[in-house]
């Protein structure tokens, strides 16, 4: 199979899973007990009040129509207008993305650097104490809750010691004259070369990119040891050694990036693990990003809002699959599609 037709073959493997996705999501609003209007308005608004709102938002229609007119929105991303705002969900939704998204990059940029360096570290030193110890780490960091890791962290860095900030992309108090063309805080920053916002953006991204990155790198670090334990009894791996190659250039050329190619599979399950935890991730330290405006639909009964981020989280996973299994031929030139 050629590259072409296995990218064509993934797409339309997408189809039917977003299809019975939204599917269940739309059915399972409908069954769940709660008014949309009355979560909107309030349990005191009149029947007057209460009906033109649902014939607003399209509630009044029959089942089959309101389930149709959220399908055939779906492949331009036409989610409907959120009932809570009055806004299109589609433009609230990319409104929060860059937030959530710099937070993922930056917590995966910290489960990846430490657990790649503790699993590779406990590999070549493996039935040593050091090794031991890195385990009990990575098994420990992997139990934490995020939401009281984040607790901790705050009550440590942000009170008692106040070197970082506990919430928020930045501080609200003060007046910045950073412009957010592309809504990315570290870019924006980088763009305008306004390096003292970008140092206060950092300090507020260490502790959230933190948390969600400690947790997440207990995994790695286990799946990286088992990988590196095996090649690095392999038959190359044992020829470079005997070439005379420095150890550094064998397990870091040779070993790792051989013990890479499962790894990677794992780094991109847990990119969109990252995405799910930063629900608690983002409430716990006032993120406004995409979980946070989840919650606030939830919260609201807002229908449109509630399906829109689902079906978008899945294709924006599905597409993270999709570009993990083009990095495999990158790592591993033996794959072919």
Request: with cysteine; aromatic share 10%; proline share 4%.
């Amino acid at each position: 199979m050629s590259f072409g037709q296995y990218f064509v073959a993934r797409l339309l493997l997408t189809i039917p899973m977003v299809f019975i996705l939204a599917t269940l999501v739309f059915l399972l609003l409908r069954v769940m007990p709660g008014d949309p209007c009355l979560a909107i308005h309030g349990g005191k608004s009149n029947q007057t009040v209460l009906e033109r709102c649902r014939e607003r938002a399209g509630l009044n229609q029959p089942l089959y129509l309101q389930y149709w007119n959220y399908l055939k929105g779906i492949p331009t991303l036409d989610f409907g207008v959120s009932f809570r705002t009055n806004r299109p969900v589609r433009d609230e939704i990319l409104s929060k993305l860059p937030a959530t998204l710099e937070l993922a990059v930056f917590a995966m940029l910290v489960s990846v650097g430490l657990g790649l360096l503790t699993g590779t570290w406990g590999a070549v030193r493996s039935d040593r104490p050091v090794d031991h110890a890195l385990r009990l780490l990575n098994i420990a960091a992997f139990a934490m809750p995020i939401f009281w890791l984040g607790l901790m962290l705050q009550i440590v860095f942000g009170i008692w010691l106040k070197w970082l900030p506990v919430g928020g992309r930045l501080d609200p108090v003060i007046d910045y004259k950073l412009e957010h063309p592309t809504g990315f805080y570290v870019l924006d920053a980088l763009i305008t070369r306004d390096w003292s916002t970008l140092g206060l953006v950092l300090k507020h991204l260490l502790l959230p990119s933190l948390t969600l990155g400690l947790v997440l790198s207990g995994v790695i670090g286990r799946i990286s040891r088992a990988n590196m334990l095996e090649v690095l009894h392999k038959e190359y791996v044992q020829t470079a050694r005997a070439k005379g190659l420095a150890e550094r250039v064998v397990i870091v050329k040779h070993a790792l990036r051989n013990a890479l190619i499962p790894i990677v599979t794992v780094i991109g399950l847990q990119f969109a693990i990252l995405l799910g935890g930063a629900v608690l991730t983002e409430t716990v330290f006032n993120w406004d990003g995409m979980a946070r405006y989840l919650i606030r639909a939830i919260n609201a009964r807002d229908y449109n809002a509630i399906q829109g981020f689902i079906v978008f989280f899945a294709l924006f996973v599905s597409l993270i699959n999709l570009v993990v299994d083009l990095l495999y031929s990158r790592l591993d030139p033996r794959v072919r599609y």
